[in-house]
């Protein structure tokens, strides 16, 4: 059973750049796929990038893309979320999830992850 354990967020300003960190223990990394997801104070939760299992392959959403780059490095057992061009909007506790499941045709989904951090407050103003 794998435990979750984000860091990295804080306070940046528009346009500004962020790196997050989620430190896995337990389980076998290389097999998970991982997530980040994000929520904004009154919004519901929102996907924000994954990599599939130890394939290399990454999945943005719309929103995110061409902005963050989601890195899974597997030999140090963590999932990072480089943010750049950061904007108000993105505002919000970003938390990173796993599963040891093949999603690959359902990576943006929250219900396909078993397993969630406590999340990390990133907050950019303008």
């Known amino acids: 059973q794998v435990q979750l354990v984000e860091s990295g967020g804080g306070l940046v300003q528009a346009g500004g750049s962020l790196r997050l960190s989620c430190a896995a223990s337990?389980?076998?990394?290389?097999?998970?796929?991982m997530a980040w997801f994000r929520q904004a104070p009154g919004k519901e939760r929102e996907f924000v990038a994954s990599?599939?299992?130890?394939?290399?392959?990454?999945y943005y959403s719309d929103s995110v893309k061409g902005r963050f780059t989601i890195s899974k490095e597997n030999a140090k057992n963590m999932v990072d979320l480089q943010m750049n061009s950061l904007q108000p909007e993105d505002t919000g506790i970003y938390s990173c999830?796993?599963?040891?499941?093949?999603?690959?045709?359902?990576?943006?989904?929250?219900?396909?992850?078993?397993?969630w951090g406590r999340g990390t407050q990133v907050t950019v103003s303008a």
């Open positions: 337990g389980g076998n990394f290389r097999s998970y796929t």
């Open positions: 999830a796993a599963t040891a499941r093949a999603i690959l045709s359902s990576q943006a989904r929250a219900d396909a992850y078993d397993t």
């Open positions: 990599s599939f299992r130890n394939s290399g392959h990454t």
